[in-house]
């Protein structure tokens, strides 16, 4: 069993738990995931690692209520215990040295954009963060995030906060103006991640994306987390999840992570959506 | 006397249009009436060919012998001086090629039904029993199994029997390997390997779920937290596929994928949350146990037709002959001689169809088995709703890849010393698919016996 030390609601739908994992939290490098079960009869689901601190011995994940699971982990309190908590599983980010960098987020996917930049950031790179998000009361995260960039640039799409309009418009102003970028790191739901790499493609710049797909174990098992990366079939949860953006088949990703919409909308108490919803 | 009757005493079984839609367990078992009077028909040879084809060797005409006699606990205790988990075996070791298909009484007419028996036993021990086994003196050596799987459950009961104190590490949150994950309730009901891991825990063998080495800890860091030898025993998880367009469209599923879903994650039971695709029409590629395990699986679950496409003919097929047998009186549609092409989508990206091409036997290949050559022109479609791939599975890379001085053949397969099961590093010892690639249970067990054996002489001499 795994007890939750903390409990913090980031906004109306995005919770952040710290979990005792000591073992984890000693090996958890950004980019990787961990795969929970909240009890017994619960699903598997995957959640990219938001932070870890090693001395504490804990792993910190955020996510969306989304789904069944996604609901019932959100009613549990500090003090309870999670059935299951694997990992780290997945490949650790290659930043490949990048020493100018910005790093989008869009939504709840900034809890995992942020230790990118965290990493970065204390290895010395520049980093720009562009955060997105729907309006001004679905922020999260911007205090840490201030801490660990040179410049923190919010948008939201109705303007309620920061500067109103998409991450894409901010990416291209940023780029437009000069700033010459050796990477970009881009994690949010699938179409924010297509239209960040379609902004990049023309500039040639280097862009990481951070999948999401259905699976199971996360070890390679079962294959159905498969993605076209470059025409060929790659696992997300071992040859991932991060692939260079420029590459990945995301229409085929997005089709894939609805396999059991259509279930889920029509048979709402025994099943959901996971993968393709908890961390878009 | 003997019983001479020339067949074996049939084995109740579900009704096939019944347990088509439940996930029952399709063989009742034998009554100890029925189980006496089939022991009876073993003519207790000196030479005792069936114990040379069992890979653990179980004392099979000194068992059989107390099962006619009626004293089934004595059956039970001489069964387990070899075989760790007789109730697992009873029910999916294929005999047939193994004990069964060494005996005597199989050169005019059917060979006793040593497996049925064994199941009676483990299954009359599990009903009658409360004993636990009694926890042997530790010796204070640890050792790690890597695997909570058929080898790595036999390896780490050996060993803890002999007085070391095992540390099974599991990367699913359940044990079991693929005796849980893989073979289904009504082949083999989950309850009764629950049991049997419950027997190891009771001879001390710590399990540890939730634990991927090669991520959350390597070999190396086992070893220093005190582990004197390891064995890996983490199966062959990697599910193959074809390469053929349409494999990416929504409903084709490894089925591994399919299933682990459907045993491990029991997305046949309501209270349960996983989700699987409510299928109507389903072709599993393949013609091995795991085939016709997706095949009954899909029926079982509500799909109306569901078709086995095998591209070699009936004989060909690698399936135990029991398997394909309640396949076919269940309703599963054989599409022999059949190749899949390409897998066809409708506009919302889901599985449509599966074009196939027929096909014909050619000269014998390297296996053995005549070659299916393709018949030019003869392509058809099926149409289907879901396409589970059952073509064979490679051992997971995790453990190799982080693992310093591990040699592995082209395949992905450990290599090991097929005498000792050691591996190309000291102290570690391999068994089960992780070396073979996919082959059975009782393989693996043996494997796992083997490593146990030879890690117990590698320790007492240190």
Same mark, same amino acid.
């Given at each position: 069993?795994?007890?939750?030390?903390?409990r913090?609601?980031?906004?109306?739908?995005?919770?952040?738990?710290?979990?005792?994992?000591?073992?984890?939290?000693?090996?958890?490098?950004?980019?990787?995931?961990?795969?929970?079960?909240?009890?017994?009869?619960?699903?598997?689901?995957?959640?990219?690692?938001?932070?870890c601190?090693?001395?504490?011995?804990?792993?910190?994940?955020?996510?969306?209520?989304?789904?069944?699971?996604?609901?019932?982990?959100?009613q549990?309190?500090?003090?309870?215990?999670?059935?299951?908590f *694997?990992?780290?599983l997945g490949?650790?980010? =290659?930043?490949? #040295?990048?020493?100018?960098v %910005?790093?989008?987020g869009? +939504?709840?996917?900034?809890a995992?954009?942020?230790?990118?930049?965290?990493?970065?950031?204390?290895?010395?790179?520049?980093?720009d963060?562009?955060?997105?998000?729907r309006?001004?009361?679905?922020?999260i995260?911007?205090?840490?995030?201030?801490?660990?960039?040179?410049?923190?640039?919010?948008?939201?799409?109705?303007?309620?906060?920061?500067?109103?309009?998409f991450?894409?418009?901010?990416?291209k102003?940023?780029?437009?103006?000069?700033n010459?970028?050796?990477?970009?790191?881009?994690?949010?739901?699938?179409?924010?991640?297509?239209?960040?790499?379609?902004?990049?493609?023309?500039?040639?710049?280097?862009?990481? *994306?951070?999948?999401?797909?259905?699976?199971? =174990?996360?070890? #390679?098992?079962?294959?159905? %987390?498969?993605?076209?990366? +470059?025409?060929?079939?790659?696992?997300a949860?071992?040859?991932?999840?991060?692939?260079?953006g420029?590459?990945v088949?995301?229409?085929?990703l997005?089709?894939?992570?609805?396999?059991?919409?259509?279930?889920?909308?029509?048979?709402?108490?025994h099943?959901?959506?996971?993968g393709?919803?908890?961390?878009? | 006397?003997?019983?001479?009757?020339?067949?074996?005493?049939?084995?109740?079984?579900?009704?096939?249009?019944?347990?088509?839609?439940?996930?029952?367990?399709?063989?009742?078992?034998?009554t100890?009436?029925?189980a006496?009077?089939?022991?009876s028909?073993?003519?207790?040879?000196?030479?005792?060919?069936c114990?040379?084809?069992?890979?653990?060797?179980?004392?099979?005409?000194?068992?059989?012998e107390?099962v006619?006699?009626?004293?089934?606990?004595?059956?039970?205790?001489?069964?387990?001086?070899?075989?760790?988990?007789?109730?697992?075996?009873?029910?999916?070791?294929?005999q047939?090629?193994?004990?069964?298909?060494?005996?005597?009484?199989?050169?005019?007419?059917?060979?006793?039904?040593?497996?049925?028996l064994?199941?009676?036993?483990?299954?009359?021990?599990?009903?009658?029993?409360?004993?636990?086994?009694?926890k042997p003196?530790?010796?204070?050596?640890?050792?790690?199994?890597i695997?909570?799987?058929?080898?790595?459950?036999?390896?780490?009961?050996?060993?803890?029997?002999?007085?070391?104190?095992?540390?099974?590490?599991?990367?699913?949150?359940?044990?079991?390997?693929?005796?849980?994950?893989?073979?289904?309730?009504?082949?083999?009901p989950?309850?009764i390997?629950?049991?049997?891991?419950?027997?190891?825990?009771?001879?001390?063998v710590?399990?540890?779920?939730?634990?991927?080495?090669?991520?959350?800890?390597?070999?190396?860091?086992?070893?220093?937290?005190g582990?004197?030898?390891?064995?890996?025993?983490?199966?062959a998880?990697?599910?193959?596929?074809?390469?053929?367009?349409?494999?990416?469209?929504?409903?084709?599923?490894?089925a591994?994928?399919?299933l682990?879903?459907?045993?491990?994650m029991?997305?046949?039971?309501?209270?349960?949350?996983?989700?699987?695709?409510?299928?109507?029409?389903?072709?599993?590629?393949?013609?091995?146990?795991?085939?016709?395990d997706?095949?009954?699986c899909?029926?079982?679950?509500?799909?109306e037709?569901?078709?086995?496409v095998?591209?070699?003919?009936?004989?060909e097929?690698?399936?135990?002959?029991?398997?394909?047998?309640?396949?076919?009186?269940?309703?599963?549609i054989?599409?022999?001689?059949?190749?899949?092409?390409?897998i066809?989508?409708?506009?919302?990206?889901?599985?449509?169809?599966i074009?196939?091409?027929e096909?014909e036997?050619?000269?014998?290949?390297?296996?053995?088995?005549?070659?299916?050559?393709e018949?030019?022109?003869?392509?058809f479609?099926?149409?289907?709703?879901?396409?589970?791939?059952?073509i064979?599975?490679?051992?997971?890379?995790?453990i190799?890849?982080?693992?310093?001085?591990?040699?592995?053949?082209?395949?992905?397969?450990?290599?090991?010393?097929e005498d000792t099961?050691?591996?190309s590093?000291?102290?570690?010892?391999?068994?089960?698919?992780?070396?073979?690639?996919?082959?059975?249970?009782?393989?693996?067990?043996?494997?796992?016996?083997q490593a146990?054996?030879?890690?117990?002489?590698?320790?007492?001499?240190?």
């Amino acid at each position: 069993m795994y007890k939750i030390l903390k409990r913090r609601q980031l906004n109306d739908t995005v919770v952040l738990m710290e979990i005792d994992a000591p073992l984890i939290a000693k090996k958890a490098l950004a980019g990787q995931f961990i795969i929970l079960r909240v009890d017994e009869r619960g699903e598997r689901m995957p959640l990219t690692i938001a932070d870890c601190d090693r001395e504490k011995g804990t792993v910190t994940i955020i996510f969306q209520i989304v789904g069944q699971t996604t609901m019932l982990l959100s009613q549990m309190k500090e003090g309870d215990s999670l059935a299951d908590f *694997v990992g780290p599983l997945g490949k650790a980010t =290659d930043f490949e #040295g990048a020493k100018r960098v %910005c790093v989008i987020g869009g +939504g709840v996917g900034c809890a995992i954009a942020y230790p990118s930049a965290k990493q970065l950031y204390t290895s010395g790179a520049k980093v720009d963060v562009i955060a997105g998000f729907r309006s001004k009361d679905i922020v999260i995260l911007e205090e840490e995030f201030s801490k660990v960039c040179d410049n923190l640039y919010i948008t939201t799409d109705d303007g309620s906060y920061g500067e109103k309009g998409f991450v894409t418009d901010k990416l291209k102003s940023l780029i437009e103006a000069g700033n010459q970028y050796d990477l970009a790191v881009a994690i949010g739901p699938v179409p924010m991640m297509k239209f960040v790499c379609e902004v990049t493609r023309p500039y040639g710049i280097k862009t990481l *994306v951070s999948l999401n797909p259905i699976m199971i =174990d996360g070890t #390679g098992m079962c294959g159905g %987390c498969r993605v076209t990366v +470059g025409g060929e079939t790659k696992f997300a949860c071992v040859d991932g999840p991060d692939f260079d953006g420029h590459k990945v088949n995301f229409d085929e990703l997005m089709k894939r992570n609805g396999t059991y919409r259509a279930k889920e909308q029509h048979d709402k108490e025994h099943c959901r959506i996971y993968g393709g919803g908890a961390n878009a | 006397m003997p019983n001479m009757s020339p067949t074996k005493v049939p084995m109740p079984e579900q009704e096939p249009d019944i347990r088509n839609k439940n996930f029952l367990e399709v063989a009742k078992g034998y009554t100890a009436e029925m189980a006496m009077e089939e022991a009876s028909r073993c003519l207790n040879c000196k030479n005792k060919p069936c114990v040379s084809g069992c890979p653990v060797n179980v004392r099979i005409p000194e068992f059989i012998e107390r099962v006619a006699k009626g004293e089934f606990e004595e059956a039970y205790d001489i069964i387990t001086t070899t075989n760790g988990l007789p109730a697992v075996c009873g029910r999916v070791c294929p005999q047939e090629n193994q004990c069964e298909g060494k005996c005597v009484r199989g050169i005019k007419g059917e060979s006793v039904s040593i497996g049925r028996l064994e199941r009676f036993c483990a299954d009359y021990h599990m009903k009658n029993s409360t004993a636990k086994p009694e926890k042997p003196q530790s010796n204070g050596k640890k050792v790690a199994v890597i695997g909570a799987g058929p080898s790595g459950l036999t390896c780490a009961g050996d060993l803890a029997k002999k007085g070391y104190q095992v540390t099974v590490f599991e990367a699913f949150h359940t044990a079991g390997g693929v005796l849980v994950y893989g073979i289904p309730e009504f082949r083999l009901p989950k309850a009764i390997v629950k049991k049997e891991i419950e027997n190891l825990e009771a001879l001390g063998v710590e399990i540890k779920t939730d634990m991927v080495i090669g991520k959350v800890l390597s070999i190396d860091e086992l070893f220093d937290m005190g582990y004197k030898a390891c064995f890996i025993g983490s199966g062959a998880g990697l599910p193959s596929f074809m390469n053929i367009e349409g494999e990416e469209l929504i409903g084709v599923y490894s089925a591994n994928e399919y299933l682990t879903r459907t045993n491990l994650m029991k997305a046949y039971l309501d209270d349960y949350d996983t989700p699987i695709i409510d299928s109507k029409a389903v072709a599993v590629v393949g013609g091995g146990n795991v085939a016709m395990d997706a095949a009954r699986c899909a029926k079982r679950l509500g799909a109306e037709t569901v078709y086995i496409v095998y591209r070699r003919g009936m004989e060909e097929m690698p399936a135990r002959k029991e398997e394909i047998h309640h396949a076919q009186q269940e309703g599963i549609i054989f599409k022999n001689l059949s190749n899949p092409v390409k897998i066809l989508p409708d506009e919302n990206g889901r599985v449509r169809a599966i074009e196939c091409v027929e096909m014909e036997l050619g000269e014998p290949d390297a296996s053995g088995r005549r070659r299916p050559i393709e018949k030019q022109g003869s392509n058809f479609e099926l149409p289907v709703d879901t396409v589970i791939m059952a073509i064979g599975t490679s051992p997971n890379p995790l453990i190799r890849s982080t693992t310093p001085g591990l040699e592995t053949n082209k395949r992905g397969c450990l290599i090991v010393n097929e005498d000792t099961m050691q591996t190309s590093r000291e102290g570690v010892y391999a068994g089960g698919d992780a070396v073979t690639g996919a082959a059975t249970v009782i393989l693996a067990m043996g494997a796992g016996k083997q490593a146990a054996k030879s890690i117990d002489e590698y320790l007492s001499d240190k």
